[in-house]
């Protein structure tokens, strides 16, 4: 069983994994979807607006704050192991710095900064749109449910 100190640090990692996995969720579920009904240079200059404001301290206290937890939890999980309870920290902790933090860092960032440089009312601004719209999308996806699945193995990593 995790106690302690372990305990606060996995209780905070599951919080910030289901925040973040949530955050994503809306923008998977309706966001994306409500910017692609908007005429493509105003759906661009809505995701530009909205990229600049992700990179505030509200988002970013979660976003790195939850990265700095899983590395904490997974780390104490290896030295002070509690067998399935640790296995279940590491899988959470892999599942968000993978599937959370890796994949934003490498994937959607450059998009973002991509997104940033086009005017959205050129054509190619709205071709990029149009791509943009799709991939990031997909892959967004992927964040949420990775941020999901994390929450839910610290959760399991509790019980266990």
Same mark, same amino acid.
């Given at each position: ?29 309706? @966001?994306? +979807? /409500? #910017?692609?009904? &908007? ?5 661009? %200059? !809505? ?43 590491? @899988?959470? +902790? /892999? #599942?968000?710095? &993978? ?5 934003? %860092? !490498? ?50 990593? &509790?019980?266990?």
């Amino acid at each position: 069983m995790i106690d302690g100190g372990l305990r606060i640090a996995v209780v905070l990692a599951a919080l910030g994994s289901c925040l973040m996995g949530g955050a994503f969720y809306a923008f998977s579920s309706f @966001v994306m +979807a /409500g #910017l692609r009904r &908007l005429p493509e240079r105003e759906g661009a %200059a !809505a995701m530009q607006s909205i990229n600049v404001t992700a990179v505030t301290p509200p988002f970013m206290a979660g976003f790195m704050g939850t990265t700095g937890l899983c590395v904490v939890a997974g780390v104490w999980s290896i030295v002070d192991w509690r067998g399935a309870a640790s296995v279940w920290v590491l @899988v959470g +902790a /892999g #599942l968000y710095l &993978l599937g959370d933090f890796l994949l934003t %860092a !490498a994937y959607h960032v450059p998009r973002n900064d991509r997104l940033a440089t086009v005017d959205p009312s050129t054509a190619e601004g709205a071709g990029y749109w149009k791509t943009y719209l799709n991939e990031w999308t997909r892959w967004n996806h992927v964040r949420a449910v990775a941020g999901l699945a994390a929450a839910a193995s610290f959760t399991l990593a &509790l019980v266990v």
